[in-house]
């Protein structure tokens, strides 16, 4: 390892021979003089070698000093170029980032974006994670999460992005439809089979409602068939199994294509908030600040 005393010296070396004076490079590294006088003086003691032959009018490299200075001005210009590398990869997006998704939302919704983002910043690798779970940013390592519900503030630790709030839809196959007719109230719901979304303790989630004063209101509904898993549940509707209530970010490509019709539209209630979560230390990075800035373009509704 080269240790610091030999670096010592050959800045103003260089500057010397570059600028043609002891004066004009003090005045380039704003030293004195004999500063500069000086240190020439030690790096010359120290390699046993005069690099100069001075006169009062000028400076002349000597053999040995002109040999002296090719090498030291190329490690110069090499180091010059590894801090502007290095510099550029502070600037451009690089590194590993541990990403969490929600499981179905994440795959639908989040993926094709990141697909896109590795496209365009091949620097960067990417690790993500699908769980449904409320996982702890700062416990588990992870550099920006995607969250379905959760409170409205965060601690200060995390910063956080408001997405909007899905929406709650009813839909049904147009072949279940022309089977059994479509509900025209939330009453005529228990005549048809649904299909519900089932949670891990084995219960159901209630279905929403817009009441007649505009307030949601809850409802269980009997079914004929519970998913645990929500591109199952769509799955099953768009084969015709029966009536659902679906958040519309799931929903969006099946009904564009027609295989899902949309019902009840006056019962349409606000579902869930999205969050973009992130370690606040974590921001000002490159690569965590330009995949904020992607996953900011995300579409909930």
């Not at 920006?144 to 709030?165: E, T």
């Not at 029966?242 to 490509?253: D, F, N, P, T």
């Amino acid at each position: 390892m080269i240790s610091s005393d030999r670096l010592k010296g050959i800045t103003p070396f260089v500057i010397s021979v570059e600028t043609g004076s002891f004066t004009a490079a003090a005045e380039k590294l704003h030293l004195s003089n004999s500063a500069v006088s000086k240190s020439i003086a030690r790096l010359e003691e120290r390699l046993g070698s005069r690099l100069f032959d001075r006169t009062t009018r000028s400076l002349m490299l000597t053999d040995a000093g002109q040999a002296f200075y090719q090498t030291c001005s190329r490690v110069l210009d090499e180091l010059a170029e590894a801090e502007s590398v290095l510099a550029a990869q502070r600037n451009r997006p690089a590194g590993r980032l541990r990403i969490a998704l929600p499981h179905s939302f994440g795959r639908l919704q989040v993926l094709p974006l990141l697909n896109r983002f590795c496209r365009e910043y091949p620097d960067v690798q990417l690790n993500i994670t699908f769980t449904d779970r409320f996982i702890d940013l700062i416990e588990d390592g992870i550099d920006i999460a995607v969250r379905i519900g959760g409170p409205a503030d965060y601690p200060a630790s995390l910063g956080y992005h408001y997405l909007g709030s899905e929406q709650l839809i009813f839909c049904a196959a147009p072949d279940y439809l022309h089977q059994h007719g479509a509900p025209l109230s939330a009453d005529q719901l228990s005549a048809h089979r649904c299909v519900a979304y089932a949670r891990h303790d084995g219960s159901t989630t209630p279905w929403t409602f817009t009441a007649a004063d505009g307030r949601s209101m809850t409802r269980e509904i009997s079914h004929a068939m519970a998913l645990g898993d929500g591109e199952a549940l769509l799955t099953a509707v768009v084969d015709g199994m029966g009536v659902a209530q679906i958040a519309s970010w799931l929903a969006r490509e099946p009904l564009a294509r027609g295989e899902l019709t949309p019902l009840l539209e006056p019962l349409v209630v606000e579902g869930l908030p999205l969050y973009l979560l992130w370690p606040q230390k974590k921001q000002l990075t490159p690569k965590v600040d330009a995949l904020l800035q992607a996953l900011k373009q995300l579409k909930i509704d």
